[in-house]
């Protein structure tokens, strides 16, 4: 790994995506001056550090540690993603319907119908409830 390489890495996607130094720093859990040593070249983030950036910046270890030019296929195919801004769970669960037959999906979709409408159901039983609850309180008032 050259830590040329690394360093114009860390500071292109901190730039590119807005942030200060002190908000990585603050990200990590160390001082804007230790972060800014990453970018000039001057340490060497361990291994626990480069996950924590690969995490935040929703790219690879490896794409930390590559030269631009090995990174852009990754990045075109990943540009081209429909899912790119979707939650890390969602692109999950998205990734398993993929994996699903048709008649899976269909299946998983009934499946997902009823539960949600359980959820409905439930909540509306729940204000209903506390409704009837708050009416049967007023009506006991007797006014005179």
């Known amino acids: 790994m050259s830590d040329l390489v690394l360093q114009g890495n860390l500071k292109r996607l901190r730039k590119y995506n807005g942030y200060t130094q002190k ?24 291994y ?9 910046y929703k790219v690879s270890v490896d794409e930390l540690l590559s030269s631009e030019e090995e990174t852009s296929r990754l990045k075109k195919e990943e540009m081209e993603s429909p899912y790119r801004y979707l939650p890390e769970r969602e692109r999950r669960l998205i990734e398993m319907l993929h994996e699903l037959s048709e008649e899976e999906q269909e299946d998983l979709i009934i499946y997902l119908k009823r539960k949600v409408g359980r959820n409905k159901e439930r909540e509306d039983r729940k204000s209903g409830r506390s409704n ?8 006991s008032v007797k006014k005179r």
């Not at 603050?26 to 361990?46: C, F």
């Not at 009837?132 to 009506?139: I, L, Q, V």
């Open 23 to 46: 908000q990585l720093g603050d990200y990590l859990g160390i001082t804007r001056q230790a972060y800014t040593h990453y970018e000039l070249g001057d340490r060497v983030p361990n």
């Open 48 to 56: 626990v550090v480069l996950a924590k950036l690969a995490e935040f």
């Open 132 to 139: 009837e609850m708050e009416g049967k309180g007023r009506s």
